[in-house]
């Protein structure tokens, strides 16, 4: 979410994070606004009996935005919660990794990825709560193949998931007007229906007559996750073995993306750091690939300035890019009081609150008949059916393998694959290479 997304660190430190760990989570803030690298310092009790539970995450998961933590504080008055949000994954993930490996400096609940779960579930699962025995967690209030994703083989169950990653696009209908494109959303979906190329070909024409310092979209990799959200071949098989080079999914994502980053219609721009978001507050570009979390981060980044201007369409294919996962470290020293409130969270009534604030889609499907966004959100996004968009890519989003190094491997791919063709001019050839040998490092091959 985020994220996933919803500051970084290059990929070499996962190699030297797997060598700690016996060889985890984006729809997001730089690493000198990471308030998690103190996390164990805000827990535990004081004198007068208060709690506080602190909660990593990664991005903008939406608790704090819909008001759940002062919810639940009002009905607990002895907890008091911190949340310490760090805004890449790739920078949390490592970081969250060293801790449970040393079992100090955890977070009361951390937030998972769900390109990070399968290994997580592998490699961490000693290291967390089994909340599928928690009071009050109903198996059958969530999606089944999310329930499964964080699901141990002998039946450990070591996160609850917070929302699902249906795709739609996001678009700037000031800036589609200014560039004689069509602005009507239903236009722009059957425009792009079934093929990403069309998809392209529109931006083609945008930057014919693209308003001054605009370009189409915001990085040839927000491309590459929207098409890739699609594949039902990913990073591996069903073995667990790495089918990265041959995966049809990825090559396709790989193809649309390089017809992208080797063209003018790209900002260039690495998501989730500071120059992103200032291109989404400076309007410094026209479409983005959106995923349901990634609407809370619209408006966050956007601020004022884009409400009514920002609009949602349906992508040209369905897929799922990011959704996440909640977890109790068992070091911590409030497991009890943190299973209560991660079991408060993840209920479908709450699930249903984030909704309605940044449109983050519930993986509980106990919610989705009533699901309403907030008056300000359905303004800022000029009214768009945000529900029924989101509802009806959840519905058809295939059935996919992730593997214990997904997200690494993804990461290559979009930060020194795709970033070295787009930023630095190389060819896609050498920026294949290029990821192929930062993979086959992560993978120790």
Known sequence: ????????????????????????????????????????????????????????????????QAGLYDEYTKLHPNITIKENVTERNDVYYPKLLTRLQAGSGADDIQAIE???????????????????????????????????????????????????????????KDLFEKAGLPTDRE??????AGDWNKYVALGEQYMKKAPSGTKFVDSASSVYNAVFAGATERYYDKSGEPTYEQSAGRKLAWDTAMKVATSDMSAKLKQFEKPWDQG????????????AWM?????????????GKWDVAAPPTAGNWGGAFIGVPS??????????????????????????????????????????????TDEYFDKAPIAAIFGDAAKNIPSAVYGVKDQQIGTAIADIGILQVEQQGKSPTQGWDAAVKEIKDVLGQ
Request: aromatic share 8%.
């Open 1 to 64: 979410m985020r994220t996933s997304t919803r500051g970084s660190r290059r990929l070499a430190a996962f190699a030297v994070v797997a060598a700690l760990t016996t060889g985890l989570l984006a729809g997001c803030a730089d690493d000198a606004k990471d308030s998690s690298s103190n996390a164990s310092d805000g827990g535990g009790n004081n004198a007068k009996g208060k709690i506080t539970l602190t909660v990593g995450t990664f991005g903008v998961f939406g608790y704090k």
């Open 114 to 172: 769900v390109a990070n779960i399968t290994e997580v579930v592998q490699t961490q699962a000693a290291k967390f709560e089994d909340l599928g025995k928690a009071d009050g967690v109903d198996k059958s209030k969530y999606l089944a193949w999310k329930w499964d994703q964080a699901t141990t083989q002998d039946g450990k169950t070591i996160g609850l998931g917070t929302d699902i990653g249906p795709m739609a696009l996001c678009y700037r």
């Open 187 to 192: 236009e722009l979906s059957k425009a792009w």
């Open 280 to 291: 989404y507050a400076n309007g410094k570009f026209a479409t983005v690939s959106c995923p």
């Open 295 to 307: 609407l809370g981060y619209i408006q966050e980044k956007s601020g004022d300035s884009g409400k």
């Open 331 to 376: 070091a911590g020293k409030n497991k009890a009081e943190a299973i209560k409130l991660a079991t408060w969270l993840t209920a479908p009534e709450q699930q249903a609150k984030v909704f309605a604030k940044q449109a983050s889609f519930p993986s509980t499907p106990g919610a989705y008949a009533g699901l309403k966004v907030a008056p300000a």
